[in-house]
């Protein structure tokens, strides 16, 4: 069993529709959850980051980690044509900010 | 600033044949990582450094070596490349006091063993 799961799609929304990007881990002991966007032919860039349980939101963009189910969600409001992106969620896995990786949803917002 | 840089950006190799792909940051990181990303499978740690002189193995090191001589460069060495080496290679650096998983990644370097 991978230590992070991820859907890799691809998904395909219209713009404005409000899209779930979603991840589950194994490791109970992870506490520390990503999300990378990554644009094509470019490197990740960090998107948000989460400690535990809850929910944090940044604009249109929530990240929420449901440690009892060991479930990750990204959710996206009001999506854009920029928003098209490939989405990794990630967890830092022993010190030195070392990161396991989902293996990354494509995502295409269509206008 | 340019962050991190990662050279080439392609590069193309025949079996049996070895390079090195360069990797500097100018952010005064001291951890850096190599990280190799195949379609579908994510990213996966190679090799990382805690700081010059300082490295260690990730997930995938089998057939890689680095070296971390200065706080800039780690350099990732490909000794008698494989076709299974084919994919996309990624750098990184982060602040050693931020526990927070932020990780500033170059543009990746596309390597091909055929």
């Known amino acids: 069993q991978k230590e992070v799961e991820q859907d890799p799609g691809p998904l395909s929304v219209p713009e404005g529709a409000i899209v779930s990007l979603n991840c589950t881990y194994s490791n109970s002991a992870f506490q520390y959850f990503m999300w990378y966007r990554q644009y094509s032919r470019k490197g990740p860039e960090l998107l948000m980051y989460t400690y535990s349980s809850g929910n944090k939101e940044d604009g249109r963009f929530t990240a929420q980690v449901d440690k009892s189910s060991k479930y990750i969600s990204l959710f996206i409001r009001d999506s854009q044509p920029s928003d098209s992106a490939t989405y990794l969620c990630?967890?830092?896995?022993?010190?030195?900010?070392?990161?396991?990786f989902g293996a990354g949803t494509r995502l295409a917002v269509h206008p | 600033n340019a962050g991190v840089t990662q050279t080439p950006k392609f590069r193309i190799l025949k079996i049996g044949q070895s390079m090195t792909l360069q990797c500097a940051q100018d952010m005064n990181h001291n951890y850096m990582y190599w990280y190799r990303q195949d379609p579908g499978m994510g990213l996966k740690l190679i090799y990382y450094?805690?700081?010059?002189?300082?490295?260690d193995k990730g997930e995938v090191p089998n057939g890689y070596n680095v070296s971390r001589s200065t706080t800039e460069d780690f350099p990732l060495r490909l000794e008698l490349a494989a076709p299974s080496q084919t994919s996309v290679y990624f750098c990184?650096?982060?602040?050693?006091?931020?526990?927070?998983?932020?990780?500033?990644f170059g543009e990746g370097s596309r390597l091909t063993v055929l």
């Open positions: 450094s805690v700081g010059a002189g300082i490295t």
């Open positions: 990184a650096s982060s602040y050693s006091d931020r526990n927070t998983g932020e990780l500033f």
């Open positions: 990630a967890s830092l896995s022993g010190g030195y900010n070392k990161l396991i």
